[in-house]
Structure formats: structure tokens, C-alpha cells
């Protein structure tokens, strides 16, 4: 599914128009980028939680001339799925 089918799949459950759940499904992606991108986490029970963390930097090899390469540290996002979501997931058929 990608951004528009979600949009739509949204809209017709929620009766909203697909200009609408566009707006607010691009205002509820935006606040949770800014905030985790200042450091916060955003957690949504019964879904999961979005939060950053942090990668040390590292040796790598060049996997074509085997060279050894500066991996420099860097900022990472991370999403922790929520129990409800596993449980959803998880459910045997």
C-alpha cells in the first residue's frame, strides 16, 4: 500500500474527502518527524512508537576493492511496534 491508497482507504472509512485526509495524514507525518527529528518520540498506544537513536561510527570495507572505509556516526530512526500491532500481526488464522 502506498501513500495515496492509504489516503483513500482513510477517506472512505472516515467519510472525510481525500483532500482532507491527505492534510491531516501529511500534518500527523510532519509532527512526528519534527519531533523525533529534535531528539522526542512519539508513541501511539496500540500502534508503537517512533523515536532516534544513535549509530558510533565505524570501520567498513568496500565490498568491490575490499579497501577499508570511514563510516562517520550518524542519527537513526527507530519504530518499536506496539503490542496491539505484534498481537494484529501475529494472529493465527
Given at each position: 500500500?502506498?501513500?495515496?491508497?492509504?489516503i483513500?482507504?482513510?477517506?472512505?472509512?472516515?467519510?472525510?474527502?481525500?483532500?482532507?485526509?491527505?492534510?491531516?495524514?501529511?500534518?500527523?507525518?510532519?509532527?512526528?518527524?519534527?519531533?523525533?527529528?529534535?531528539?522526542?518520540?512519539?508513541?501511539?498506544?496500540?500502534?508503537?512508537?517512533?523515536?532516534?537513536?544513535?549509530?558510533?561510527?565505524?570501520?567498513?570495507?568496500?565490498?568491490?576493492?575490499?579497501?577499508?572505509?570511514?563510516?562517520?556516526?550518524?542519527k537513526?530512526?527507530?519504530?518499536?511496534?506496539?503490542?496491539?500491532?505484534?498481537?494484529?500481526?501475529?494472529?493465527?488464522?
Amino acid at each position: 500500500m502506498n501513500k495515496q491508497e492509504l489516503i483513500d482507504a482513510i477517506a472512505s472509512q472516515t467519510g472525510q474527502s481525500k483532500a482532507q485526509t491527505g492534510e491531516t495524514l501529511d500534518t500527523a507525518l510532519d509532527v512526528i518527524r519534527k519531533n523525533v527529528a529534535k531528539g522526542g518520540s512519539v508513541q501511539v498506544i496500540g500502534f508503537g512508537s517512533f523515536s532516534s537513536g544513535k549509530r558510533a561510527a565505524r570501520i567498513g570495507r568496500n565490498p568491490k576493492t575490499g579497501e577499508e572505509i570511514k563510516i562517520p556516526a550518524a542519527k537513526t530512526v527507530k519504530f518499536t511496534a506496539g503490542k496491539a500491532f505484534k498481537d494484529a500481526v501475529n494472529e493465527k488464522k
